[in-house]
């Protein structure tokens, strides 16, 4: 609409009316009113940190300079829908594997909760004593029964003291490198942040946003710590005068946070000047592995979830007809 020169203030009272949202649709029609009153687009974004980041900032303050803010916001959205569609994807992959683990959790505590108490009645009258598998499998069955207030109690605190820790520095840091580093689940996560930054980074650049500012911008971008504070380094390296593969190389000598391919398609870069192709090419490529990742995770999710559920119907069974076999060798 830009370019076929509508005014940025009708275009946003058009957007306003799209958006179902009433917060977003309050922030637009904030942004409009700093907009009318001859404010910048980007300094009247900057007058609602709550749904504009720096970075979308930092690229439409740049290009509005050159007066082709439409290629901005061209670019931007580009970037954003691809971010969307990943994030999206991750989760809709992930959606399967939980409801399968809540299921196998549900069923568990129905069976701790109605089954066992109406079998072990059957072995209380006999006087037996019962294997240790059958002891232990009704001691379970009782302490969900009689002190379920005290494990609801359990959850609530140690969530409060989750989300307490996570909003810490060194917690968020513990839990970024947990998560990087956890089997299957930390493939995707590490794929996705490299998918990212490669988006980020391009569109920063080629809006002729410094180099510095740009590594700075996309750190805090990315919400992960330990990336965060890796790029943080790189960033003082390239700000004296350091290339940034480089730099990349000495702050991660052993390619555990920036792989080895990664640096390779950056140095292309930095010989070639070739930006937008570059960086277009590492979205794609890691884009093309969390998908493969997430593959390789739904595909190892089910099996785990039969050898949990195969494991408490072990249990079951020994504790059952142990107890069965028991009794039934006392009363011959």
Known sequence: MLDGWVSISEILESVQTKIRNPYFSEKIQELQT??????????????????????????IESWE??????????????????????????????????????????????????????????????????????????????????????????????????????????????????LLWTPLIGKVYKNYILASLSTNLGSLVSSWVSVVQSLSLSAKSLNNAVYEAHLLAVMKKVSGWQKIVDSMQEVDPLHQIFPLDFLQMLSVWEKTATLDTVTKKLTDQYTREVNYSLASLTKWIEPLAILIAGMFVLWFAFAIFGAILKVTQTIS
């Open 34 to 59: 700093f907009v009318s009153s001859w404010d910048s687009v980007s300094k009247s974004m900057k007058k609602i940190p709550q749904i504009f980041s720096p970075w979308e900032i930092s690229i």
């Open 65 to 178: 300079t050159t007066g082709k803010l439409w290629l901005a916001l061209g670019q931007l959205s580009e970037n954003l829908r691809k971010n969307y569609d990943l994030r999206s994807k991750i989760k809709g992959a992930l959606t399967y594997p939980a409801i399968i683990f809540v299921f196998l959790i549900f069923a568990v505590i129905i069976v701790l909760a109605y089954v066992i108490p109406a079998v072990s009645q059957l072995f209380e009258t006999s006087e037996v004593a019962l294997p240790l598998a059958t002891q232990a499998l009704i001691a379970t069955s009782n302490f969900v029964i009689y002190q379920w207030p005290y494990i609801i109690l359990f959850l609530a605190g140690m969530s409060v003291l989750f989300y307490g820790y996570k909003n810490t520095e060194t917690g968020r840091a513990n839990i970024d490198y947990f």
